[in-house]
């Protein structure tokens, strides 16, 4: 079993930036694709960014140009950049595997309002 740890999330003014980092129990992001999902109230959870073991990246439209997932292996923490924040961004974070192979965590909240 793995648990992720989210954190990073917060009160930020639109055109903001905040980076997002998730932490994984044991080593895992060399052998899965890897995403960061978010949820805003009273919606489902969706997939915003994705990086394959490999390394290549996929983003959701509303977020591409604007988020940048990376990770760190060897601190097994995955990250999510967030430039130019609007308020439609804002949603509880969480990552998890492609397939949502493992438990959710407990996710990390980002408001972005003026």
């Known amino acids: 079993q793995v648990q992720f740890v989210e954190s990073g999330g917060g009160l930020v003014q639109p055109g903001g930036s905040l980076r997002l980092s998730c932490a994984a129990s044991?080593?895992?992001?060399?052998?899965?694709?890897m995403g960061w999902y978010r949820q805003a109230p009273g919606a489902q959870r969706d997939l915003v960014a994705r990086i394959t073991y490999g390394g290549s990246t996929n983003y959701a439209d509303s977020v591409k140009g604007r988020f940048t997932i990376s990770r760190d292996n060897a601190k097994n923490t995955m990250y999510l950049q967030m430039n130019n924040l609007k308020p439609e961004d804002t949603a509880d974070y969480y990552c998890?595997?492609?397939?949502?192979?493992?438990?959710w965590g407990q996710g990390t909240q980002v408001t972005v309002s003026s």
């Open positions: 044991r080593s895992i992001f060399s052998i899965y694709t």
């Open positions: 998890n595997t492609y397939l949502s192979t493992f438990p």
